[in-house]
């Protein structure tokens, strides 16, 4: 297996930096600083950026600039999916983002990882594991997702959250280290406010 088979797997690996497609990482820094310099009224102009940047691309999926991702082609969108300003996705493995998901300003989704025993980092190895955001996801500002997670369908990350774990589905989940708050019930629903015409 070669190292692009080995990065599209979703499996944890480690492997030397040296060995990590660098023309690859080229060619999505250009498709990234190209979609931030577009104009906000450029919609058909940023889809096709998408869509050559993204391994699944999906036409409801809205992202603000500034936007950056290692690789492109191992972000895989599902359905909607609005990401706002300022984030950053290390696509090192595959990222899989469910439907109806809203990823707030400055929110951090990093498969990439560094070895603990420094003599490793030293060395230059890099470790990965996947991320699966599922459907109807909330993760709140400056949030980070780190590598091997899991946040099951319709739970909420409070805003800056450092989740190292996997979330179950139907929770609110905050804080640092990112911890289990409560389930979501009927109660968390709102009434909307009454607007005159």
């Not at 480690?14 to 999505?28: I, S």
């Not at 979330?167 to 629903?189: E, F, H, W, Y």
Request: net charge negative.
């Amino acid at each position: 297996m070669n190292i692009l088979e080995l990065m599209q797997q979703n499996i944890r690996y480690n492997v030397n930096h040296m060995d990590m497609p660098t023309e690859l990482q080229n060619k999505a820094k250009t498709l990234c600083w190209e979609y931030n310099q577009t104009r906000p009224d450029a919609s058909s102009e940023r889809s096709i950026i998408l869509k050559e940047l993204l391994g699944t691309y999906h036409p409801l999926v809205f992202i603000e600039p500034s936007f950056k991702c290692d690789y492109g082609f191992n972000i895989h969108m599902k359905g909607l999916t609005i990401i706002n300003y300022n984030c950053v996705i290390l696509d090192t493995s595959p990222v899989h983002i469910g439907e109806n998901v809203f990823i707030a300003p400055g929110v951090c989704i990093a498969c990439a990882g560094h070895p603990i025993i420094s003599e490793q980092r030293k060395e230059g190895i890099l470790t990965s594991k996947p991320i699966t955001i599922g459907d109807n996801v909330w993760i709140g500002a400056n949030s980070t997702i780190c590598d091997g997670v899991t946040l099951g369908d319709g739970c909420v990350i409070g805003a800056g959250s450092v989740v190292t774990r996997d979330i179950p589905s139907n929770t609110i989940a905050v804080g640092n280290p990112c911890r289990v708050l409560r389930p979501i019930t009927d109660k968390d629903q709102v009434t909307l406010t009454k607007l005159e015409k």
